[in-house]
């Protein structure tokens, strides 16, 4: 055998170990997501076959989910579970061949789809529109798979809360905007670090506060706002 015939031998028993573990997970694959490209919560995009992507996001412990992308080879790994294509929040992206896969670990994980709060595992969390998220005030943090109430440094996510919002600690005010671009505004924004934003009939707030870190007589529920609380890393 040459040295190329026996290192070839070497690889495949090498990434055979590799994944073996992650072989013996209980896989599920999420057929709502066949054919659309989700852009939430992306850890790394890399060029893997399907074993090869379910063996990085295995090992990588803030890996709840990957997805594959057709033909192109690509695939993404994903800090947390996804529920249902219509509970994105930022616009999907048709994809044809695009797969979802779920980790065992990922199930009642803050995505993933619930009917009580009672389905949500993680500390902190609760049945939010469906969805297993932090409550309103505490954040998701995708390094420390945990709701937080500190963040030093802020992600690139935003969570939806209906019936909420802040009153009084708007550091800017935008009108005529979508929902979807008054969360991109609090996401992007750099003359102030936007933690919050509230959104009602094209009018968009911006606020540098937290649901928690505000007066009690300053949370509103049931205010027919749409509020968004942005993730830490």
Not at 40 to 58: A, H, I, R
Not at 65 to 73: D, E, I, K, R, V
Not at 159 to 164: E, N, P
Not at 200 to 218: D, H, I, M, Q
Request: net charge neutral; glycine share 8%; hydrophobic share 30%.
């Amino acid at each position: 055998m040459s040295f190329f015939d026996k290192f070839v031998v070497v690889m495949f028993v090498m990434k055979f170990h590799y994944c073996q573990e992650c072989i013996n997970q209980k896989l599920r694959s999420l057929t709502a997501f066949d054919n659309v490209q989700v852009r939430e919560y992306v850890l790394w995009e890399v060029y893997l076959d399907k074993l090869d992507c379910l063996g990085k996001c295995f090992h990588d412990v803030r890996c709840h989910s990957f997805q594959t992308l057709g033909s192109s080879g690509r695939c993404t790994g994903h800090a947390t579970a996804f529920a249902s294509p219509d509970k994105i929040y930022s616009p999907t992206v048709g994809s044809p061949g695009a797969r979802m896969y779920l980790l065992h670990l990922g199930s009642s994980f803050v995505g993933s789809g619930c009917t009580s709060d009672g389905d949500c595992s993680l500390q902190h969390t609760y049945c939010n529109d469906g969805i297993c998220n932090c409550q309103p005030g505490i954040m998701f943090s995708v390094g420390r798979r945990a709701c937080v109430t500190d963040c030093t440094e802020w992600g690139y996510d935003a969570v939806r809360y209906f019936d909420r919002s802040i009153g009084g600690y708007n550091d800017a005010h935008v009108s005529g905007v979508t929902e979807a671009a008054c969360r991109q505004l609090c996401l992007n924004t750099s003359t102030f670090t936007c933690t919050t934003c509230d959104y009602k009939g094209g009018e968009c707030y911006l606020s540098s506060a937290t649901f928690l870190s505000v007066p009690e007589s300053n949370r509103h529920v049931g205010s027919s706002y749409v509020h968004y609380q942005r993730t830490c890393l």
